[in-house]
């Protein structure tokens, strides 16, 4: 499907609530499977990502049902059991990695399997340290399809090259069912939903700075409150610092501080945020954002705050072409690794728009402030988060844009363009 967007001639105004976190409603459902008892996850995302993870746990005997439209009960007795088929986790690679370290700990085996763009996807960064544990994956050069032999499993104490909550959530998860102790530290501290959770549920863990430990452990069922996506969230945000005369709020987004890089990434160009009415719902911080219309200057973002807000940083690529000054990206070559090489769809697609952007190892150095021309059409190599920051581009383009496969927006926000509608004053 392609979709044809046009300059705002006008502010975005008013209030909309950001659709439930796709990162929480993935972790809600796997650690509910592992719960005994009755859990409630209030506000599930249905993104097709969560809809995968839900479909393969339904898959291996977890009693699963919506009493309303965002509301999953899950009934489980804590224990999974094989699947006669293969477990299909669709475009989503935080279902193949996580539930990895989850079936690696089973007494059966299993195959997971992906569609074209996932089994692309780098997965030896989690075979190498789950095979320390003691399981077996074959792989073919470490894409999937993977096929996992459950074995018992015994507890490592890692040390991970990268920051990655992927990563990072597949060895804790392995580690519930692991021998002894299993400790991950990462050289900079990534989302921390996983541990969050677990904690919430009763798990036997500890968390210091970017070093966590993890021992074997019965969750505990409960009601898991999701917030809003910051992700889905920060669409809204761009937009609403870049078309003039915007000032909007968004309701229960998700403040967890290791996912609002971009929020601080906007306070240092200069951007009008307030937080409002901040609270903490099942373990994450939650609150209200009010956005407006600003001036704002360039900066250089990259080092520990890159695991913060790396997959915000296609439009955050898009709010540098409207600053003043060199806008530096650096040490984010893992986006080169996500559904697309994010650093060379950025840089060409923003380049067909009129941005004065050049292309980096490890990421991109834009120039503005810039007005976006448009006239084009766009490439979107079926990667949902490139879809999405076009669009917003093309909300300041002086002409009418057009955006190729726009239906993989469904990937993680099918709601995306009611909202838009919704502040079109």
């Known amino acids: 499907m392609q979709t044809t967007v046009r300059q705002l001639k006008t502010g975005l105004t008013g209030t909309i609530e950001i659709p439930s976190d796709k990162s929480i409603s993935h972790r809600a459902i796997m650690l509910s499977s592992l719960a005994f008892g ?16 839900l479909n393969l746990f339904k898959a291996m005997g977890v009693d699963t049902r919506f009493t309303d439209e965002n509301t999953l009960m899950i009934n489980s007795t804590g224990k999974l059991i094989s699947s006669k088929n293969e477990l ?14 989850i079936l690696a700990g089973q ?4 195959i997971l399997t992906g569609d074209e763009s996932l089994s692309k996807r780098p997965m030896k960064r989690i075979i190498e340290p789950l095979s320390l544990m003691g399981t077996k994956i074959e792989s073919l050069e470490y894409h999937a399809p993977l096929k996992i032999y459950g074995q018992q499993l015994v507890g490592i104490d890692y040390v991970s090259p990268l920051a990655s909550a992927q990563v990072k959530s597949s060895i804790l998860l392995a580690g519930l ?11 900079y501290k990534s989302r921390n939903h996983t541990e969050l959770m677990l904690e919430y549920m009763g798990a036997n863990i500890t968390c210091n700075n970017t070093k966590t430990t993890i021992q074997q452990s019965q969750l505990e069922a409960k009601t898991i409150e999701i917030a809003g996506d910051i992700s889905s969230a920060a669409y809204f945000i761009v937009a609403a610092l870049i078309v003039p005369n915007s000032d909007i709020i968004l309701k229960n987004v998700g403040l967890n501080p290791t996912r609002t890089g971009i929020l601080d990434v906007c306070k240092q160009m200069g951007a009008n945020i307030e937080i409002l009415d901040k609270k903490t719902v099942s373990g994450e911080a939650v609150g209200d954002l009010r956005i407006k219309y600003s001036k704002l200057k360039a900066c250089t973002i990259k080092g520990d705050i890159i695991p913060r807000l790396i997959d915000e940083l296609p439009i955050i690529a898009i709010l540098a072409t409207q600053a003043d000054g060199e806008t530096i990206v650096k040490d984010a070559q893992d986006l080169r690794n996500k559904e697309s090489d994010r650093i060379k769809s950025v840089v060409t697609e923003l380049s067909k728009l009129g941005a004065i ?19 084009c059409e766009v490439e979107t190599f079926k990667d949902h988060r490139l879809i999405m920051s076009l669009f917003v581009a ?32």
């Open 38 to 53: 009755k859990s409630t996850i209030k506000n599930f995302s249905k993104g097709q990502d969560p809809i995968s993870t």
């Open 88 to 101: 299909s986790c669709g475009n989503s690679g935080t279902t193949m990695r996580l539930v990895s370290g």
């Open 107 to 110: 007494n059966f085996d299993s």
């Open 177 to 187: 069912f692991a021998k002894g102790k299993t400790s991950f530290t990462e050289p």
């Open 357 to 375: 952007i050049k292309e980096t190892s490890d990421g991109f150095i834009i120039n503005g402030k810039t007005d976006l021309i448009g006239d």
């Open 394 to 425: 093309g909300l300041i383009c002086q002409k009418p844009i057009s955006i190729k496969d726009f239906e993989w927006i469904n990937i993680s926000f099918p709601e995306f363009e009611k909202l838009f509608n919704n502040l079109y004053s």
